[in-house]
């Protein structure tokens, strides 16, 4: 069993990598170096990103990966699976690098995370592999549109026939999916099918996913084509420090390729949203979180350890902490779709690790059946109770009525509904894409929050 050691410096014990048939002269005659020349040639915007990134050769993970360690960015490669890569063809390690750079890219190692993790594992991948060119993507990368690899007779007999069950449903379920769509909407439709959310959290269990193909333990899934190990296991001063390097790099990238007119395989779409990710105007993300953070209510409690300044040896001292309890009221009118719901879910998860939220559903009135309380960061499934109309009183009048429990309420909406009148609680409007923003809505104790067009077309 071999050790590695994690983001936090603890060690933990991996199964040794899988050799995919790569004899140890293969492995240890492998070079990465003339790959990251042809990605330079290449793919100019994906070498500029990668260029200031340590490369580490290792077997103490079984395919590849991006990982932050001490508030540096480094890429681990396993030389045994580089090699079979190159069985392959000669662009899938180029195809590999990409799709490590693609994470950095869109923030899935720092900023951006969802439990259980080996469902957001699965769901970057998803999006990711939607913006690479298909020639590029080794057969084990998990691929929206297309079926799993078949089993070979070798890979059968090692399997039970629940794990192979497993692989077929799970195979079938990939199939089906669109390519195209974000992580977090990826997210969602993984959580909306239960036997597909229960076969990987039950693989997840086990540690990192073995090699495409199952190796006989385990539900008998593939895993990702690369390791998420120690992905958000940082301080927040940590992951603000890692943001800017990499947003720093990316900025660097994008202006060099602006400059000598080539981006490589980078679509025009692709680019425009990494043009808004480094531009300096205000995100709606952003928005959200400035809210959550001004709606905070301080708990003081005496501390016999704390000195207290004024009666030091005389009184006890003092201890602060910030809390924060937000309601979330969906309106069911139809205005809000899928995507819209998963964005906002997106952008809550991180922030419902210090702050509990409850979300109801509404349209004439506040469905509160629907009660859903989020706690620990883990993400509530998206789904509809109602169809009516919409009247922004209800939840006004309902949060107005549980002011006791709640410092503050989102209304998440697009817009069209009569004025409720003032609120005598911090109030944000989240406004859907192709909604409308009222000058009722602004004022005090009182936020508006558009989601652009563009949110909803980033696609990963």
């Known amino acids: 069993m071999a050790v590695k050691t994690s983001s936090k410096g603890t060690a933990v014990d991996v199964a040794p990598a899988n050799t995919r048939g790569i004899t140890p002269e293969a492995a240890a005659a492998f070079d990465i170096e003339p790959h990251l020349i042809n990605l330079m040639w290449d793919e100019p915007f994906y070498s500029k990103v990668l260029r200031g990134i340590t490369k580490k050769k290792t077997e103490e993970i079984p395919t590849a990966g ?103 449903k799970m195979s079938d379920f990939i199939e089906a999916l669109p390519k195209g769509l974000a992580s977090e909407e990826y997210f969602a439709r993984f959580m909306q099918d239960k036997d597909i959310k229960e076969m990987l959290e039950e693989q997840g269990k086990k540690g990192q996913p073995g090699q495409p193909g199952g190796d006989g333990e385990g539900p008998g899934l593939p895993g990702p084509m690369d390791d998420h190990d120690g992905w958000g296991e940082m301080s927040d001063e940590e992951k603000e420090l890692v943001k800017g390097k990499i947003k720093q790099a990316i900025a660097d990238a994008a202006a060099e390729c602006d400059a000598k007119g080539s981006w490589g395989s980078v679509s025009g779409e692709a680019r425009s949203v990494i043009r808004e990710m480094i531009s300096n105007e205000v995100p709606w993300e952003q928005l959200i979180k400035k809210f959550c953070g001004m709606t905070r209510r301080a708990d003081r409690r005496s501390s016999r350890r704390r000195l207290n300044k004024k009666y ?6 003092f201890k602060r902490s910030y809390t924060a309890s937000i309601a979330v009221y969906i309106d069911q009118s139809g205005s809000v779709g899928a995507d819209e719901l998963a964005l906002l879910f997106g952008e809550l998860a991180g922030l419902a690790k210090r702050i509990e939220f409850t979300t109801f559903h509404f349209d004439t009135e506040v469905d509160e059946d629907s009660e859903t309380v989020w706690r620990g960061g883990r993400t509530p499934e998206p789904h509809r109770t109602r169809c009516g109309g919409t009247c922004f009183r209800a939840p006004a009048a309902h949060a107005e009525k549980n002011k006791h429990r709640f410092d503050g309420y989102i209304i998440l909406t697009d817009g069209y509904a009569p004025d409720p009148g003032p609120s005598r609680m911090r109030r944000a409007w989240v406004i859907t894409p192709n909604g409308t923003t009222e000058t009722w809505m602004k004022g005090a104790k009182q936020s508006v929050i558009a989601i652009p067009e563009k949110a909803l077309s980033k696609a990963a």
């Open 312 to 317: 030091p040896g005389i009184h006890s001292g």
């Open 66 to 168: 991006v990982l932050v360690r001490d508030a540096h960015v480094q890429m681990f490669w396993n030389p045994y699976f580089l090699a079979s890569l190159i069985l392959e063809g000669k662009d899938k390690v180029k195809g590999l690098m990409i799709h490590e750079c693609l994470h950095l890219v869109f923030d899935h190692c720092v900023g951006r995370k969802h439990e259980p993790h080996i469902i957001w594992n699965y769901s970057t991948d998803c999006a990711i592999n939607s913006l690479i060119p298909r020639e590029f993507l080794p057969d084990c990368g998990i691929i929206p549109g297309e079926a799993f690899t078949a089993l070979t007779e070798e890979q059968l007999a090692k399997m039970t026939p629940e794990a192979v069950a497993n692989y077929t």
